[in-house]
């Protein structure tokens, strides 16, 4: 079965400094990796995809992150973060084959904060 | 488009009490998923939906029961409510499955007393 890891539940990080969030996984087979961000009180959006192609994919909001195979990592980054990023981000594979397709894994989550 | 709704946003509920939460999306996806948070955690797959009128079980289905009989709405039962159901719901839906995006709703709080 599918899994994924993110490292550190709490990442703290000052205001203009780089943003480093950790996320491997497991899988048989080539996956689609994704990760989500959580702002206080809502839902999650999407902030990036990994799906084929290439592996170093840029999203909304200034992040980015780079599908590693070799070490099984998906790492989220942007270089100089903002008071608005502070929220939970979540890293997510996507299952399988068949009629689960579409249904991810979701890591635990890291809490970033910022500090002024 | 007002996207993946829910109600109620916050409910608490007696122990052995039932109640349904309620999900409706208007982008016309065919799956249709509903989650559990709670904290530490991440999210857990408690019931997807690939279609009017097709539900399936993901990682936590034990307690719920859903019903998909239109595309727009996709309602989680709670029966006989415990005190290990208090979670954050969110539902969620895509246009299929794969690589594409989940959008998700505002999420329910409940807590079981």
């Known amino acids: 079965a599918q899994s994924v890891t993110q490292l550190g539940s709490h990442v703290s990080v000052s205001e203009g400094a780089l943003v480093l969030l950790r996320c491997n996984y497991s899988s048989s087979v080539p996956p689609y990796l994704f990760w989500y961000v959580q702002y206080p009180n809502q839902g999650l959006q999407l902030l990036l995809k990994y799906t084929t192609g290439a592996t170093l994919v840029k999203g909304i909001n200034g992040f980015e992150a780079e599908f590693k195979k070799s070490e099984t990592s998906f790492h989220l980054t942007k270089p100089s973060a903002h008071m608005s990023d502070a929220a939970e981000y979540f890293c997510?594979?996507?299952?399988?084959?068949?009629?689960?397709?579409?249904?991810?894994?979701f890591g635990k989550g890291t809490k970033l904060s910022v500090k002024p | 488009n007002a996207g993946v709704t829910q109600t109620p946003k916050f409910r608490i509920l007696k122990i052995g009490q039932s109640m349904t939460l309620q999900c409706t999306q208007d982008m016309n996806h065919n799956y249709m998923y509903w989650y559990r948070q709670d904290p530490g955690m991440g999210l857990k797959l408690i019931y997807y939906s690939v279609g009017a009128g097709i539900t399936d079980k993901g990682e936590v289905p034990n307690g719920y029961n859903v019903s998909r009989s239109t595309t727009e709405d996709f309602p989680l039962r709670l029966e006989l409510a415990a005190p290990s159901q208090t979670s954050v719901y969110f539902c969620?839906?895509?246009?299929?499955?794969?690589?594409?995006?989940?959008?998700f709703g505002p999420g329910t709080r409940l807590t079981v007393l």
């Open positions: 969620a839906s895509s246009t299929s499955g794969g690589t594409n995006e989940q959008f």
């Open positions: 997510a594979v996507s299952e399988g084959y068949g009629g689960s397709q579409g249904n991810l894994i």
